[in-house]
DNA sequence: GCTTATGTTTACTG
DNA sequence: ACAGTAAACATAAG
């Protein structure tokens, strides 16, 4: 699940239940979870710290204290922040407050919190990472592109250009756009270039406000996972194939069959 | 048993 | 230095 659109959605989770709240108890099922520090040294770092607001820079989650260390939250493929009450086998890290309980919680169990000391560096923890997805219009995401060598897919998946976009969403992109994913950046003109930030901010714009890409009937994300999966938009046959390393569908009629 | 899965990192190759 | 691929990570589902 975790793409831009689904932390952005943990975001507003944390944003509501635990910006301004201090946790009075952290609980970690499983402490490979934890980075940078142990479940004693987080619980005691965080009492007598309460949360902040978060803020959200390309996938990654970014919880500070007043004053004290931040939290960092990397979902990787399964993880989640759920609020409430109902246990699930998966949960990996529980914040207590005295309303209730955050749960961090992962299937696969490869994603990470990272603990950043008071005054510590966020960016060493980050790595580099390109601007957020949101804030790359059209002028810019030209900029970005100007002199890259390679396909238009891994450039976009690539998270030191353009923070936030994975999988799903540069399959949509890319389908909205009508251009292969295999392409060459070098081979696009600057018009192809606009349209795929233009389609790029109206996907965010649907996909941010529900929390995921959306998979409905005008969705490319809808036929993810069908056996003979056709194109929403023409009907015709949608391909799938491994494009930068990752399963990648792609309307045959109106997106080619590449280069 | 096999394949596949929303992400990242590392190692290797060109 | 820049890109691409493959494998690894850990686990479930088909």
Redesign the pocket.
């Given at each position: 699940?975790?793409?831009l659109p689904?932390v952005e959605g943990h975001r507003r989770t944390f944003a509501e239940h635990c910006a301004g709240r201090q946790v009075s108890r952290v609980e970690i099922p499983d402490d490979?979870l934890l980075e940078g520090t142990s479940p004693q040294g987080l619980g005691n770092a965080l009492s007598g710290n309460p949360f902040s607001e978060p803020r959200r820079r390309?996938?990654w989650l970014i919880a500070p204290t007043d004053g004290g260390p931040t939290l960092l939250f990397?979902?990787?493929?399964?993880g989640e922040l759920v609020w409430g009450d109902e246990a699930a086998?998966?949960d990996a890290a529980l914040f207590h407050f005295e309303h209730g309980t955050l749960r961090y919680r992962s299937?696969?169990?490869?994603g990470r919190i990272w603990f950043v000391p008071t005054g510590g560096s966020v960016e060493s923890v980050t790595?580099a990472l390109g601007p957020d997805a949101t804030e790359v219009d059209a002028d810019r995401l030209v900029e970005l592109l100007d002199?890259?060598?390679?396909?238009i897919k891994?450039?976009l998946?690539?998270?030191e250009l353009v923070a936030g976009?994975?999988?799903?969403?540069v399959d949509e992109i890319l389908w909205r756009a009508c251009i292969h994913p295999s392409t060459a950046v070098r081979q696009l003109e600057e018009q192809e270039l606009r349209g795929i930030a233009s389609k790029m901010h109206a996907i965010l714009g649907e996909a941010i406000p529900a929390g995921?890409v959306p998979s409905g009937p005008t969705w490319l994300n809808g036929v993810?996972?069908e056996d003979e999966p056709s194109c929403p938009r023409c009907d015709a046959r949608v391909r799938?194939g491994?494009?930068?390393?990752?399963?990648t569908y792609w309307c045959e009629e109106e997106q080619g069959s590449g280069p």
């Open positions: 699940m975790p793409e689904d490979e390309g996938k990397h979902f990787r493929m399964t086998e998966y299937r696969r169990r490869l790595g002199g890259r060598r390679g396909g891994s450039a998946m690539d998270q976009l994975g999988n799903e969403l995921h993810r996972g799938r491994v494009v930068a390393g990752r399963t």
